[in-house]
């Protein structure tokens, strides 16, 4: 078993996926053709929206301590949802872990609209959207990584509050055990998180002959 000690990750580098950022923006590799010039322009963007991105995230490995058909208790925690609890049938552990990329983007993007610089805007946001994704992604691989030694790994799908019937409430167990604050987020009242682009994930931890055998 993992230590089930929270772990927190600062100032994690990602590299822009320039190729899936171009295509949020609308610009696909068979139909739009752009000239050096405007793509150059356009990487530069792309590039100063990575700037404002400040990439964290944090971990923890909790026990599953009892299930039924439409619950599972996660620590001491009891969460209803009938999808999770499928996802979690071949799981005793989970991982919680939770991402960020800073209020600093939200900021700059902001600024932008404000001063009508659209096409700016846009590009930062969809930037954004991606240095998050692969926040996540990274927070999980880096799981994987520390699980390979005891033949284990992480199901390939995750769950976050809010998909599904997982009620959004559940956000406050995230609080509760990774001490978000930590990393900056924080939780509103209907349980909305801020910064934007932040997020919760959980995961199951499966032994991987399990797996490989169903």
């Given at each position: 078993?993992?230590?089930?000690?929270?772990?927190?990750?600062?100032?994690?580098?990602?590299?822009?996926?320039?190729?899936?950022?171009?295509?949020?923006l609308?610009?696909?590799?068979?139909?739009?053709?752009?000239?050096?010039n405007?793509?150059?322009?356009?990487?530069?963007?792309?590039?100063?929206?990575?700037?404002?991105?400040?990439?964290?995230?944090?971990?923890?490995?909790?026990?599953?301590?009892?299930?039924?058909?439409?619950?599972?208790?996660?620590?001491?925690?009891?969460?209803?949802?009938k999808?999770?609890?499928e996802?979690?049938?071949?799981?005793?552990?989970?991982?919680?872990?939770?991402?960020?990329?800073?209020?600093?983007?939200?900021?700059?993007?902001?600024?932008?609209?404000?001063?009508?610089?659209?096409?700016?805007?846009?590009?930062?946001?969809?930037?954004?959207?991606?240095i998050?994704?692969?926040?996540?992604?990274?927070?999980?691989?880096?799981?994987?990584?520390?699980l390979?030694?005891?033949?284990?790994?992480?199901?390939?799908?995750?769950?976050?509050?809010?998909?599904?019937?997982l009620d959004?409430?559940?956000?406050?167990?995230?609080?509760?055990?990774?001490?978000?604050?930590?990393?900056?987020i924080?939780?509103?009242?209907?349980?909305?998180?801020?910064?934007?682009?932040?997020?919760?994930?959980?995961?199951?931890v499966?032994?991987?002959?399990?797996?490989?055998?169903?």
């Amino acid at each position: 078993m993992m230590d089930s000690t929270v772990r927190y990750f600062e100032n994690i580098w990602i590299e822009p996926p320039m190729g899936r950022i171009l295509y949020r923006l609308g610009y696909k590799k068979t139909k739009t053709k752009l000239d050096d010039n405007q793509r150059e322009r356009i990487e530069e963007l792309i590039w100063q929206g990575v700037s404002h991105c400040h990439p964290r995230g944090a971990f923890l490995i909790l026990p599953i301590t009892k299930r039924t058909e439409d619950s599972i208790t996660i620590g001491r925690h009891l969460v209803e949802s009938k999808s999770l609890t499928e996802l979690l049938k071949n799981s005793e552990e989970v991982a919680l872990m939770a991402s960020t990329i800073g209020d600093e983007i939200i900021h700059a993007i902001e600024q932008e609209i404000k001063q009508e610089n659209s096409v700016k805007a846009v590009i930062y946001d969809s930037t954004a959207s991606q240095i998050a994704d692969k926040t996540v992604a990274w927070v999980m691989d880096f799981i994987n990584k520390s699980l390979q030694k005891e033949a284990k790994e992480l199901t390939s799908m995750r769950f976050s509050p809010g998909y599904g019937d997982l009620d959004l409430k559940y956000q406050k167990i995230f609080f509760e055990e990774l001490k978000l604050e930590k990393l900056g987020i924080r939780l509103t009242e209907t349980y909305m998180m801020t910064p934007e682009k932040s997020v919760t994930a959980i995961c199951g931890v499966e032994n991987r002959v399990r797996r490989e055998d169903q």
